[in-house]
């Protein structure tokens, strides 16, 4: 069975940081680009990060580039998100998602991910 499992979500303050890691399990993870999209309550779903299988290469949404950093471990199966500079509108449920076809990056495309993780809470306040 195919399974992503987030973990390190929290409340930090503004200006904090939080590291998240997807455990992954059930397919051959280091075949696969992996992503963290994130849901709030009133922008729904947006990608945040994706990560090339071999870890070489990321990409950022705007929104997060320069205080977000996305790594992976394939010897472990996990993705890591470090979350630095945290503001308050980063609150959200941040998912890692998988796509349906190896070694394809997928971002903002929603519909190309076949496994998504229950998600993790991150509330950002003071």
């Known amino acids: 069975e195919v399974q992503l499992v987030e973990s390190g979500g929290g409340l930090v303050q503004p200006g904090g940081s939080l590291r998240l890691s997807c455990a992954a399990s059930g397919f051959s993870f280091s075949n696969y680009a992996m992503s963290w999209v994130r849901q709030t309550p009133g922008k729904g779903l947006e990608w945040v990060s994706s990560?090339?299988?071999?870890?070489?290469?990321?990409s950022y949404a705007d929104s997060v580039k320069g205080r977000f950093f996305m790594s992976r471990d394939n010897a472990k199966n996990t993705v890591y998100l470090r979350m630095n500079s945290l503001k308050p509108e980063d609150t959200a449920v941040y998912y890692c998602a998988k796509p349906a076809l190896p070694l394809v990056v997928v971002t903002s495309r929603l519909e190309e991910y076949d496994t998504w993780g229950q998600g993790t809470q991150v509330t950002v306040s003071s």
């Open positions: 990560i090339k299988s071999g870890g070489g290469s990321t």
